[in-house]
């Protein structure tokens, strides 16, 4: 008698199980990984946008006539500034 070289429907449904599982925990740590992509960006994208905020801030402060001529005394240490001084 010839012996049969198929697999037994158990060995199917044991490698089918062993794969679902292997595929459940690789789909785990793709989400997880995903997770920590989106903050990360986040992360970046708000230190863009506030180091943006602050150079706009820092320009306006410098463009003003009022406050800009008192930051340029502050920073060449030539007058102290006063509250109330007027340029």
Do not use: H, W, Y
């Not at 708000?46 to 005394?73: K, T």
């Amino acid at each position: 008698m010839a012996k049969n070289k198929a697999f037994t429907l158990a060995e199917i449904l044991v490698a089918l199980g062993i794969l679902a599982i292997g595929m459940s925990m690789v789909a785990s740590v793709f989400m997880a990984a995903m997770q920590f992509n989106m903050r990360s960006r986040n992360s970046v994208l708000g230190r863009i946008i506030c180091e943006n905020a602050m150079v706009v801030a820092a320009d306006d402060v410098r463009r003003s006539p009022a406050i800009g001529s008192m930051m340029r005394r502050m920073l060449l240490r030539k007058a102290p500034v006063v509250e109330g001084d007027e340029v």
